[in-house]
């Protein structure tokens, strides 16, 4: 299994943007997928977003899709989570997670990252 540690939380104001990165402890298959999920406080953990690592096929849940792009480096073996038009609802403890299927790639999880939006 591949190791994932997350990076590059933190507290921001609503309507801001930031970005999280998630580093992969070795290099992944292209059809690989990477993906990320959240889970706010008393909540149960949720889908973000998703993607293979070659960059095809990105889906985003519906509450975040227009504000937040996934994406990757492949020289760096890690990936992001660019967020922009940040609200409150948005708090949550964010994890990386990644496996070789697209419908559940969850085979490996990092530790996850804390996102904090005041209003």
């Known amino acids: 299994q591949v190791q994932l540690v997350e990076s590059g939380g933190g507290l921001v104001q609503a309507g801001g943007s930031l970005r999280l990165a998630c580093a992969a402890s070795?290099?992944?298959?292209?059809?690989?997928?990477m993906g990320w999920f959240r889970q706010a406080p008393g909540k149960e953990r949720e889908f973000v977003a998703k993607?293979?690592?070659?960059?095809?096929?990105?889906s985003y849940a519906d509450s975040v899709r227009g504000r937040f792009t996934i994406s990757r480096d492949n020289v760096k073996n890690t990936g992001y989570l660019q967020m922009n038009s940040l609200a409150p609802e948005d708090t949550a403890v964010y994890y990386c997670a990644a496996g070789p299927s697209y419908s559940s790639p969850t085979d490996s999880w990092g530790q996850g990252t804390q996102v904090t939006v005041s209003s």
């Open positions: 993607m293979r690592w070659n960059g095809s096929t990105p």
């Open positions: 070795r290099r992944m298959a292209s059809t690989y997928v």
